[in-house]
């Protein structure tokens, strides 16, 4: 079980160099891997899965999200943890086949989404719509 009091740089054994480029992206990075895991909000482990640091800590945290709600969303749009996820390039989960399961088992929860979608709540809307 993974320390979630601990930050990413603390599991990774890796402190970065403070690089003072004043862009909010670089600032942003520096700024989570400082963070305890158990502080990092859905968007922000959105934000380190797009920028593909700290995977191993960030997914399993992203995953919890997910099978609880597929569509959760950071503060871009609904589902846009899931898609960043599935943005993570495919050479990440050849190496980290635990994980990819741990992707894969989402399947019945997207499933369940999109048949809620399909079979409730886009028929109300057509019906409110008419």
């Known amino acids: 079980m993974m ?4 930050s990413i740089e603390q599991l990774e054994s890796a402190v970065w160099e403070y690089n003072p480029y004043p862009s909010n992206v670089v600032q942003r990075e520096q700024r989570l891997r400082k963070l305890a895991l ?3 909000s859905i968007d922000d482990l959105r934000f380190l899965i797009g920028q593909e640091i700290g995977l191993p800590y960030v997914l399993p945290l992203a995953f919890e999200h997910l099978a609880e709600n597929p569509a ?6 609904p589902g846009d943890l899931l898609d960043s996820v599935l943005s993570v390039r495919a050479a990440f989960w050849e190496e980290q086949a635990d994980l990819d399961r741990e992707l894969i088992d989402l399947i019945p929860s997207v499933e369940s989404l999109l ?3 399909r079979d409730e709540i886009l028929p109300a ?4 719509a008419s």
């Open 38 to 40: 158990e502080s990092l």
């Open 3 to 6: 320390d979630l009091s601990k």
């Open 72 to 77: 959760a969303g950071g503060q871009m749009y």
């Open 125 to 128: 809307l057509r019906e409110r």
């Open 115 to 117: 048949e809620l979608l």
